[in-house]
């Protein structure tokens, strides 16, 4: 006799022998399923921020107690500091606005029909742009355009280009010719299949590159105060300038911690866009 729920072997009439069915309530196990993870950490949620936070704050206790002279003084008063921050967000926001209009399309683009020809050439030139040094070819800009923003907008944006464009190319590429195939099978259109088949499958290399965009974007910025563009570039060459080290470490600083927050951001919008069909931990 036999307890019950284990498994017991009985001969069979040609004499082989194979198990015999469980009895018992817990003849068939129902298989545990898998724990349900969140996409977001509280890890990634408050460290950086935190870290920043905490950065800015020892930044202002330092400025409380040191000695500023004349020229740091006049450098940094009268909203000098908030005035360089709004012109390094606006820069940046507004630069990586049109990078996002001209390279997704352009990246659609250059993975249809005859048009595919034209890719070598489009990421020849796109990578001409970004191979270019930025305070060079911001000077070729100046020279064409004037000072202003306007010049530094167009370098900023042709410095940034390459990074969406190439990622937006290469996610359309890789996607799975069956899959295409499929949605084709069952009647959807061009451009029903680009709208919800690829660019979903693309979202997470495409994420990838206005991240890295972004970034770049923040960095190029701070120079277009050699254009007249502003920025937090101006108060960086202050410091350098005139030999004013508070000035410079606090254009430094602002200038990192915009490039980090920036950073972070889009690090949340790469798990929060991300089709959750490709989340492993979905």
Avoid: C
């Amino acid at each position: 006799m036999s307890a019950p729920g284990r498994a017991e072997v009985d001969a069979g009439p040609d004499g082989t022998s194979g198990p015999r069915e469980q009895d018992g309530p817990e003849a068939s196990p129902a298989l545990p399923s898998a724990p349900h993870r969140r996409r977001l950490g509280w890890q990634k949620l408050t460290f950086l921020p935190a870290f920043l936070v905490a950065l800015l704050l020892a930044t202002w206790l330092w400025f409380q107690q040191a000695d500023l002279d004349p020229i740091s003084e006049n450098a940094l008063s009268n909203g000098q500091v908030s005035k360089a921050l709004w012109q390094q967000v606006r820069l940046t926001a507004i630069s990586t606005f049109f990078v996002l209009i001209i390279a997704i399309p352009l990246g659609i683009l250059l993975t249809r029909g005859a048009l595919r020809r034209a890719t070598p050439f489009a990421m020849a030139i796109a990578n001409m742009g970004q191979a270019t040094p930025a305070i060079g070819l911001l000077a070729l800009l100046v020279i064409w355009l004037g000072t202003g923003t306007k010049a530094a907008l167009v370098g900023i944006i042709a410095y940034a280009i390459l990074p969406v464009l190439a990622n937006t190319v290469a996610g359309l590429k890789s996607n799975d010719p069956t899959l295409l195939e499929a949605a084709r099978g069952i009647g959807m259109s061009p451009l029903g299949v680009l709208r919800r088949v690829e660019l979903p499958l693309a979202v997470p290399l495409i994420l990838a590159g206005v991240r890295t965009a972004l970034v770049l974007n923040v960095g190029t910025a701070t120079l277009a105060t050699f254009g007249g563009g502003g920025g937090l570039g101006v108060l960086i060459t202050t410091g350098i300038t005139n030999q004013r080290m508070p000035v410079l470490v606090l254009g430094s600083i602002l200038t990192v911690s915009l490039a980090l927050l920036v950073d972070w951001l889009a690090s949340l919008a790469e798990v929060l866009l991300r089709p959750r069909g490709l989340d492993a931990d979905a």
